[in-house]
């Protein structure tokens, strides 16, 4: 199911309505695959799209395409709000920018690529950290599909203090200090932050998004 499915053959194949809200994790221990089933379910904040959004063709689990940067694994798990229960077969798109804070596009695709979630409601990408841009904190765009007329849009925010580490670091450090923290964002407003944890040479950035149908 993971290889070269078209989104749009995907999208036949997926149905429900949905209204995000993102299960906090207490005191378990991480499953490889992603986010902890809890319970104390709360809302996720709807976040805006941005203006760099493009259709991707293909499903991919690795969107670096060689860019350079700190090696990032990106962990999400779908599931229902309330109950927590693991949502399987809804296509996650991510986006973000390299590390020099610039998007792909004019038919470039790197750091973009859809996912579908497993049985567990796993979904992961193998990205690099993203740099920022003016005007912007750190982050990363997602949506995710359960039919072709729902869609919801979000964007996943990084620690201050990691992104700073991480900007201190080659080839991020070769640009000025960036202008934009979380809390000086237009859109942040405590939007859903992913839980960092070093992994390898690099980190493991993991959240559950759930949906309430
Ligand atoms: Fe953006």
Redesign the pocket.
Known sequence: MHGDIDRRQLLGLLGGSLAFAACTRRGRSEPSGGESSAAGCTVTPSQTE???YVELDKVRRDITEGRPGMPLLVALKVQEAGSCAPIANAAVDV???DASGD?SDGGATFLRGTQVTDADGNVEFLTVYPGW?PG?TV???AKAHLDSRSEFTT?LYFDDAVSDAVFATAPYNDRGKRSTTNVRDSIYRSGPQLRLAKEGGGYRGSLAIGVKR
Do not use: L, S
């Open positions: 941005g203006p760099y986006w973000h920018c998007y841009y912007r982050h990363i765009h964007q």
